[in-house]
C-alpha cells in the first residue's frame, strides 16, 4: 500500500480502493475498516499497519484509529522505517474484544476453510486466556509458493453495464465523441460493430455525436440496445481462481482424504459478467461428518452462513445422483468444495452470505463441475472395489488350502496302498507321484506350498493387468529432489491439476 494513502485507505470510510474491474477478495470493501471500528467500539484501542511494497526500500508503520463522527482518520504515528531485510506485504494489529466461548468453532472452522483455499499460505492462530490450560495455538502450514494469477483491470462488458454506470463512463471518459466512447470505454465493441451500434440507435445518433450532449432519453436508449445487442463473451483474464492444483492440495493438506478429484471450468458467462467454477469432491478424511460436507467460496472468501439457500449446497442437495457414482450419500464421508470467482458474485440478502440459486448460468455450472468430479471418483472407487475383491478372492482361498491339500494327500495315499494291477492304470509321471508319497517324499505340507504359490502366481498376475490398466508403470524410478520455499531461485512452472513441475536451471 502506498504510504500516503494508508490513513485514508482505513481510517476513512466509503473512500474508494478498487479502481478499474476485476475480481476482488472482499465482499463490502469494508473489511479491515469494519476491524478497525470494532476495535474502536469493543476497546477503545487504535490499529498497527506495517506496509512495504516489493523493491521498496523503506516500510510505512502507521497507528491510528477513526472518529467516527467526522469519517475521518485519527493518525496517532506515521512514519517510515528502515527496510534492511528487503520484507515486503501488509500486516495488521487489532485488538478487539469477543466472546472466545460461543464463537470459538466458527472461528476455527473459518480458519480451515481459508487453509483450504489457500495452501500457499500460513495462518498462526493462538488463543492466550488467564488460566494457562485453556491457551490454544493452531498452525496451518504453507504447503506451496504457486500463487494463484493476479487479476487484470479490463474495462466493462457493455451487457453488464446499468444507466448510472454509463453515466459515469461518460462523465470519465476523455473520448470525445460517441464512436470513439463505444470503442474504448467497453470490451468487445470493434469500430464496425460500434457504427452498426450507433446506426441501430435512431436519427437521434451519429458517430460524431459529442457523448456530453447525451439526454436522458438517449443514455437509456443505448442501455437498451445494450440489453439486447449480441456481444462476443468477455475473457477470463480479470479472475484469479484459485486454481484446480490448489485447491486439490488445500483439500489433501486439511483433510486427508482416502479420495479426492477435482475440476476447473472454463470462464463461462452470466449477465455480461465473466466467472469460473472450480470443485472438489472428497471420500474420507480427518475430522469430517458421515454425508456431505459442504464448503462454499466466493472469490476465494469461505461463506459460513445461510447455506441451505446457497446454489452450492442445493445443487449438491438435489441436483447430484450420487448413488450412479457408487458414493453413498448418507454414510460416507463427503466433502463437497465448490469455489466461484467472478467479477461480480451475484450474492443474495443484505449479509452477502449466499449465492442466489435464480441464475441458470452458475447453477449449470456447479452442477457440471461436481458431476465431473465424481465421474473421477467412480472409476477410482471401481477400481478399489475390484482390488478389495481380488484380496477377498485371495483370503478365501488361502481358507482353504488346508482342508484341500489334505484331501488330495488322503486320495493319492489310498491310491498308493492299492495293489499293483495287472494293467496299468496311470502313466509314467502319476506312478512316479505315487512313490514318492508312499516314500514321504510329498507330504501334505508340499501340496499346501504348491497351492499357496498357485495362488500368489494368480494374485500377482492379476495384480499386475490391474497396474497396466490403471496406467503405474514398472520402469526404474528416479529420484526427485525438493529445494526449500525459503531459497531464491530462477524458475519456470509447468501446471497441472494434479502437480506442478518446477524447471530450475
Request: charge should be neutral.
Amino acid at each position: 500500500m502506498p504510504h500516503e494513502d494508508i490513513p485514508n485507505m482505513f481510517g476513512r470510510v466509503l473512500s474508494g480502493t478498487k479502481y478499474g474491474l476485476r475480481q476482488t477478495r472482499g465482499k463490502f470493501g469494508l473489511g479491515a475498516k469494519m476491524a478497525l471500528i470494532w476495535s474502536k467500539m469493543s476497546t477503545g484501542l487504535p490499529i498497527d499497519i506495517k506496509s512495504s511494497m516489493k523493491g521498496q526500500d523503506y516500510i510505512t508503520f502507521c497507528r491510528l484509529d477513526i472518529d467516527i463522527h467526522k469519517n475521518v482518520p485519527h493518525i496517532h504515528l506515521h512514519e517510515k522505517r528502515e527496510n534492511n531485510d528487503h520484507w515486503h506485504g501488509a500486516e495488521i494489529q487489532v485488538i478487539i474484544e469477543g466472546n472466545w466461548t460461543t464463537h470459538r468453532s466458527r472461528i476455527l472452522h473459518y480458519m480451515r476453510q481459508m487453509a483450504v483455499i489457500t495452501p500457499y499460505a500460513q495462518f498462526l492462530f493462538r488463543f492466550l486466556s488467564d488460566a494457562a490450560e485453556k491457551n490454544l495455538t493452531i498452525k496451518f502450514t504453507r504447503r506451496t509458493d504457486v500463487m494463484p494469477p493476479v487479476p487484470l483491470l479490463t474495462k466493462h462488458h457493455p451487457s453488464a453495464v446499468d444507466l448510472l454506470l454509463i453515466k459515469r463512463l461518460i462523465t470519465d471518459t476523455t473520448k470525445p465523441n460517441l464512436l470513439q466512447f463505444l470503442q474504448h470505454e467497453f470490451v468487445n465493441i470493434s469500430k464496425a460493430h460500434a457504427d452498426r451500434l450507433i446506426g441501430e440507435m435512431g436519427p437521434d445518433f451519429s458517430a460524431k455525436t459529442t457523448v456530453n450532449s447525451l439526454t436522458s432519453q438517449q443514455l437509456v436508449r443505448i442501455h437498451q440496445l445494450f440489453r439486447q445487442a449480441k456481444f462476443d463473451d468477455p475473457s477470463g483474464n480479470c479472475l484469479s481462481p484459485a486454481g484446480e492444483y490448489n485447491l486439490r492440495l488445500g483439500i489433501i493438506k486439511e483433510l486427508h482424504p482416502d479420495l479426492v478429484a477435482t475440476h476447473a471450468s472454463s470462464p463461462q458467462v452470466f449477465e455480461g459478467h465473466p466467472f469460473i467454477v472450480e470443485a472438489g469432491v472428497s471420500i474420507g478424511g480427518k475430522d469430517v461428518k458421515q454425508g456431505l460436507n459442504i464448503f462454499r467460496f466466493a472469490n476465494r472468501i469461505p461463506l459460513l452462513f445461510e447455506q441451505g439457500a446457497d446454489v452450492i449446497t442445493r445443487t449438491a442437495l438435489k441436483r447430484i445422483n450420487w448413488s450412479i457414482y457408487k458414493i453413498n450419500q448418507q454414510q460416507d464421508k463427503i466433502g463437497v468444495f465448490v469455489s466461484i470467482v467472478s467479477t461480480k458474485i451475484p450474492f443474495k440478502g443484505t449479509g452477502k452470505e449466499y449465492i442466489g440459486d435464480d441464475i441458470t448460468e452458475i447453477a449449470d455450472a456447479v452442477k457440471s463441475a461436481l458431476k465431473q468430479c465424481c465421474i473421477q471418483l467412480k472409476s477410482k472407487i471401481v477400481k478399489k472395489l475390484q482390488a478389495r475383491e481380488q484380496q477377498d478372492r485371495k483370503r478365501n482361498l488361502n481358507k482353504y488350502i488346508p482342508d484341500v491339500a489334505r484331501t488330495i494327500m488322503e486320495t493319492l495315499g489310498e491310491l498308493a496302498d492299492e495293489s499293483p494291477p495287472k494293467r496299468p492304470r496311470f502313466d509314467k509321471e502319476d506312478e512316479e507321484l505315487l512313490e514318492k508319497i508312499n516314500s514321504e517324499e510329498v507330504t501334505e505340507m508340499t501340496f499346501r506350498d504348491c497351492l499357496t504359490q498357485h495362488v500368489e502366481q494368480v494374485d500377482y498376475e492379476m495384480a499386475l493387468e490391474y497396474a497396466m490398466q490403471s496406467g503405474v508403470s514398472e520402469e526404474p524410478r528416479e529420484a526427485i529432489y525438493l529445494n526449500s520455499l525459503e531459497g531464491s531461485y530462477k524458475f519456470v512452472d509447468f501446471q497441472s491439476p494434479a502437480f506442478v513441475f518446477r524447471f530450475i536451471p
